[in-house]
């Protein structure tokens, strides 16, 4: 009454005093609490209600405490009750005159006293009283009233009316619980009636039981135990949510109440290792932050009584009370589901993770000064227990009983023999992919990256070949592990993780042995040196391993032959070739018509010997080769410009032509066109090379139309130049257009190759024309060879002969003076490239043509097929062949890639999929997953889709195949299915495919969707989902939404289903989850388990856009049945906690196992 100056002023106790002159002043202070005196519209109008009461009680003879308990019924705190209405009092005594004063108080308590609707018919015999009292304003009609309401106020006064109501209950709520402890109810009669006070089932935890039974018991300086045994009580009958309790509980803070603070820590033990909620998913969400909040009591709790051990006078007690915290955290946080409710909290409001932080802090500063040791123990593994919450999905095992890892060998080996040219990040990727999905220890996994540069390096084909592993093993491997250094390694340092490997390798003797003999060199000591200038070995670790090494050549004398001694090794060639590769990039920078014969010297020494394979293999593993291309079709663009030339000018002009054009032709058949191909720009800036080698260069896999326009320049052009070539004795070069020769001199074979089949011209003349083609410039002979094999194509058997032998006059080198200078270098080159450019259709024709040899197997790795032998036994061969190594080889990976390409993906993933289906052995199998996946990073992408899109629904659909989905080849392929999924979807998303793998554009890669079809006439049930008008992410991360069956995380965050990779995936999680939820089990449902846990298995710690954000939200209810998955960690890595969805689907899952 006395915090409100409207009551107070007019000095109520004054008049109170005066009506109950003999009350005493304990009496009296009593009254001055009762809920009358707290609200002003009761007290000051009607305090004559007192003087009433007091008279007409005063025949009952009624006592002092008679007349305090009446002033607390229920009535007194509603002024419409009290004033209209007082005279039941008089009634209920009147009319009862034999009641004794107990029951009169009894009455006044009930609920009719405290709702004044039931006053609304006068009593029988009623005793009026008249008092005066406030007129009710008119009642206006109903449709006013709401027309109006807004205009005055009206949803302002229905809240205040459903606050007061609220309130009104909330008191009503503690007079129960008060008059419950004034008669000493046992805690059974409490509930009974409890329930009778407030009828029609009213949910206690709005009404905020728990809390105020603990605000009555906890008013004291120790608790009242009849009132925490009506809580205990409705704790056990499930009257209260655990969740209220523990928000309850964590809002008392006045810890230096011991026998309080014990008795919060009891009532917890009662339920904080079975937490449960079964209700709807926001109630599970509020068991989250309940638990947090409770979490963060628990912790201000224990740092308050750390600071009181530091007192001596209470340093016993506080230990005791301090040990009873700690035990209650370590009850708490020793249950995972506990600790994945809180990681879901703390997703859910990070504001209050901040706080728990603080208080762990705080924990942590009180924890400094404690001496006793058990305690400071048990709060330190409490506070690990906390701090490890944010990160629980991260903490992953390492595989330790494995030594060998064939994926990561044949990743290594098919970017070393396939991909040079390609960049590091999606290798790095790749093979963290890898190690992630198979929990490879980091030693041994980079281990395995040296075996497999090694075993390259062993058995790479002479020439070419072997400096291109060169290349790969000492420049971009170690490029690479400068970009996993970058990587998370949690507390282990790289660089010891880095030497731990080449002590590792050390122990492979024969193996470095064998290295050491192919490339004439201590390889060891070099590769040591390129990764401790990378940084990635400290100066000790790099002496102590090169003298392990140097001891170790001792022992092996035949590696010091005195024949070899003389021969420059591979590897210092290449490592000297990548400092050249740059300061040739910047010659060819400066300006080319300023001196055109210094830089013809320049490009002179770069044909001699392998000095430009060596230099191309340096660009490529540096990611130089595109830079380097780009400068040479720079220059062969500036030989167009001829205005002022002379005889002294010309022969240079034609040799940069020429050396240019050569350079460009090999680079992109040693590589793939792929580096020589610019951004896409307009088609009259197209240089005249890349539309040369797009339109007129043969390669593997593509056809060539003769006929085609670009075969057919101007007529007046290909005359002249049939003159030239059939009159001349010595082909001019002054004033030619190379580039207009070049695209002509197949319109003018195609004349002269007429002429002499017609006899017009005879093999005498072939010849001098073919000698003045191939004798100054062999880009010439380049460019008719190219038309020539297309045209060789289109002809029948009997009619290919005087094709060939042009072919074969063209590829034979002119030998006299009268060349230009560089001739025989340049041969070398052109041999190459005809041999390349040849090579399909001499085999289609069973021709031979002896081309000049170098010494070396200019096109390793071709014809690698067995004639007259099926492919399909060829691919089972092969497998089967890899399966007993038990890792791949280079010439494995090249026939593979051959029957992909010659069989189809389709072909291709079905076969080798049946093949892992056939192993019975779980070590096989194990054994097969690794290496399909290495040999699928072959196409990774297409044969993904195929995997996941066609082959796996078909098994998991048909029941006469289920039976092949038995453990182990059943676990197998589930797998295999989860890794290539995780492998396309990662480097997919970032855009990461290899130029090997954008290169292949087979019909069936083209036509996905018309093999995998949006079925737009029956949309499927995702689509329809997709097209509806809940596509807004407001509505559907909405979480009172009602959840569709198909509803998807990947849909919240607007994934795109017009991709075939995500209409793939969405598709083959909504045939999961039918298979989940139908009635039919058998294999093909252990098929799903097991896909499932190897996704859980494989995930990445805060991967939202896993493959799993395809999962229907659904299935996580499905999931939790099977009791494997029936996991708190599993059901979190299942769930994007990043939207609101999943963390309420995850919460609800969670709470309820």
């Not at 007690?317 to 370590?330: D, I, N, P, Y």
């Not at 060539?704 to 030239?724: G, I, M, Q, W, Y």
């Not at 045209?791 to 590829?811: C, F, N, P, T």
């Not at 889709?945 to 589930?974: F, Q, R």
Request: with cysteine.
């Amino acid at each position: 009454m006395f915090a409100q100056p409207c009551i107070c002023t007019p000095c109520m106790c004054t008049h109170l005093h005066a009506v109950f002159p003999h009350l005493p002043s304990v009496a009296f202070a009593v009254c001055l609490h009762t809920p009358m005196f707290a609200q002003l519209h009761i007290c000051i109008p009607y305090m004559c209600v007192l003087v009433h009461l007091h008279t007409h009680c005063s025949k009952m003879q009624a006592s002092v405490c008679n007349l305090i308990c009446s002033l607390h019924s229920p009535m007194f705190a509603h002024p419409h009750i009290c004033a209209s209405m007082r005279l039941h009092t008089v009634f209920a005594h009147h009319e009862l005159p034999l009641l004794p004063p107990i029951s009169h108080q009894l009455i006044l308590h009930t609920p009719t006293f405290a709702h004044p609707e039931r006053f609304s018919a006068p009593p029988t015999r009623p005793r009026e009283l008249h008092l005066p009292a406030s007129p009710a304003p008119p009642r206006r009609p109903i449709s006013a009233r709401l027309a109006g309401g807004c205009q005055h106020g009206g949803a302002q006064a229905l809240s205040e009316r459903s606050r007061r109501s609220a309130a009104m209950k909330v008191v009503n709520l503690k007079q129960a619980i008060l008059q419950a402890w004034k008669e000493r109810w046992s805690d059974y009669q409490w509930a009974i009636n409890m329930k009778r006070f407030f009828p029609r089932g009213a949910t206690w935890d709005i009404l905020n039981l728990a809390e105020a039974l603990l605000e009555q018991a906890m008013i004291g300086p120790s608790p009242n135990p009849l009132i925490l045994s009506y809580l205990k009580y409705a704790i056990s009958s499930q009257m209260v949510s655990y969740s209220t309790v523990l928000m309850a509980i964590s809002k008392f803070d006045d810890f230096s109440r011991d026998l309080c603070v014990q008795s919060l820590l009891e009532i917890m033990d009662m339920f904080c290792d079975r937490l449960s909620c079964h209700g709807r998913a926001e109630e599970c969400i509020g068991l989250c932050r309940a638990l947090m909040s409770a979490l963060n009591w628990l912790l201000r709790c224990a740092a308050f009584y750390a600071e009181k051990v530091k007192e001596m006078l209470e340093q016993v007690a506080a230990e005791g009370q301090m040990k009873m915290c700690l035990e209650r955290l370590e009850k708490m946080l020793g249950s995972t589901k506990n600790r994945a409710l809180i990681h879901i909290a703390q997703l859910e409001e990070t504001s209050s993770w901040n706080t728990v932080e603080q208080s762990l802090l705080k924990l942590e500063e009180s924890l400094n000064g404690l001496s006793n040791s058990t305690l400071r123990s048990q709060a330190d593994e409490c506070i690990s227990l906390i701090k490890s919450i944010p990160t629980m999905l991260s903490v992953r095992s390492e595989q330790l009983n494995k030594t060998g890892f064939p994926t990561v060998h044949a990743v290594v080996l098919l970017e070393g023999t396939m991909n040079l040219t390609g960049e590091i990040q999606p290798l790095v990727e790749q093979l963290m992919m890898v190690k992630r999905m198979q929990r490879i220890p980091s030693p041994l996994f980079m281990l395995e990256i040296w075996k497999a540069c090694f075993v390259g390096l062993i058995e790479s084909p002479e020439g070419t070949e072997e400096l291109k592993w060169t290349a790969f093993t000492f420049l971009k491997i170690p490029q690479v592990l400068v970009e996993l250094k970058n990587y998370p390694h949690g507390d282990k340092d790289f660089t010891e993780d880095v030497n731990c490997a080449f002590e590792f390798l050390l122990k492979l003797t024969p193996l470095l042995d064998k290295a050491d003999q192919r490339c004439n060199c201590n390889c060891m000591s070099l590769l040591l040196q390129e990764c401790s200038k990378q940084g990635l070995l400290s100066e000790a670790n790099m002496t102590n391993l090169t003298d392990k090494r140097k001891a170790d050549r001792e022992d092996a004398p035949q590696l010091q032959s005195a024949e070899n001694a003389n021969i420059q090794p591979n590897p210092r060639l290449i490592l000297r070739a990548e400092p050249t590769v740059t300061n040739i990039l910047k010659t060819m920078d400066a300006d080319h018509s300023k001196s055109p014969e210094g830089l013809l010297g320049v490009l002179g020494h770069m044909l001699s010997g392998k000095s430009l394979d060596l230099l191309l293999a340096a660009a490529a593993a540096t990611g130089k080769l595109k830079s380097f291309a780009w400068k040479f079709i720079k220059l062969n663009e500036f030989t167009k410009h001829i205005s002022t030339e002379n005889s002294k000018s010309a022969p240079v002009r034609a040799l940069l032509f020429d050396i240019s054009f050569l350079m460009l032709c090999h680079v992109a058949q040693t590589y793939g066109s792929e580096v020589i191909l610019s951004e896409s720009r307009p088609a009259d800036e197209v240089p005249f090379f890349e539309t040369w080698m797009l339109t007129c260069m043969p390669e593997e896999g593509k056809i060539l139309n003769p006929d085609h326009p670009c075969f057919r320049p101007d007529s007046t052009k290909v005359e002249s130049l049939v003159a030239l070539l059939n009159n001349s004795s010595e082909m001019k070069l002054v004033q030619i257009n190379w580039h207009e020769v070049c695209l002509s001199i197949s319109a003018a074979i195609l004349e002269i190759l007429n002429a002499w089949e017609n006899s017009v011209l005879t093999f005498e003349s072939i010849q001098k024309i073919t000698d003045n083609i191939k004798g100054k410039v062999c880009s010439m002979a380049v460019c008719a060879v190219a038309w020539l094999v297309a045209h060789v194509r289109m002809l029948g058997l009997d009619e290919r002969e005087k094709s060939l032998q042009m072919i074969r006059q063209l590829a034979t080198p002119l030998y006299g003076d009268n060349t230009l200078q560089f001739y025989n270098e340049r041969v070398v080159i052109m041999s190459s490239i005809l041999e390349h450019m040849c090579a399909d259709v001499l085999q289609q024709t069973a021709t031979q043509i002896k081309f000049p040899s170098t010494g070396m197997d200019t096109i390793p790795y071709w014809n690698l097929l067995p004639p007259k032998k099926p492919i399909k036994e060829v691919l089972t061969s092969v497998f089967t062949k890899v399966l007993e190594k038990g890792w791949v080889d280079s010439r494995s990976i090249h026939i593979f890639d051959t029957l992909l390409h010659m069989g189809g993906v389709y072909w291709f993933c079905n076969n080798l999929v049946k093949e892992l289906l056939k192993e019975t052995r779980k070590e096989h199998t194990l054994r097969a997953v690794e290496l399909l996946y290495a040999i699928f990073c072959l196409d990774m992408q297409q044969l993904t889709l195929t995997l996941l899109g066609h082959i796996l629904p078909n098994l998991l659909t048909d029941s006469s195949k289920w039976h092949t989905l038995m453990d182990p080849p059943g676990k197998a392929l589930a797998k295999l299915s989860v890794w290539c999924a995780l492998s396309s979807y990662s480097s997919h998303n970032k855009g990461q495919a290899s130029a090997r793998q954008k290169k292949r554009h087979r019909e069936d890669i083209e036509d996905y969707i018309s093999l995998f079809p949006l079925d737009d006439t029956r949309p499927s049930k995702l689509m329809r989902l997709l097209s509806s008008n809940e596509e807004d992410a407001n509505i559907l991360s909405s979480p009172n939404r009602s959840m569709s069956s198909s509803l998807s995380a990947s849909q919240l965050h607007a994934v795109s289903m017009r991709d075939p990779l995500n209409r793939v995936l969405a598709n083959l999680f909504l045939l999961i989850s039918s298979i989940l939820g139908s009635k039919t089990a058998g294999t093909h449902t252990q098929f799903v388990q097991w896909f499932m846990e190897e996704c859980v298995d494989c995930l990445e710690q805060g991967s939202h856009g896993s493959i799993l954000q395809f999962m229907p939200f659904t299935m996580v209810s499905e999931l939790v049945k099977v009791s494997t998955m029936s996991s708190p960690k599993i059901v979190l890595a299942i769930t994007d906690l990043g939207l609101p969805l999943g963390r309420r689907v995850a919460a609800k899952a969670i709470a309820a196992l």
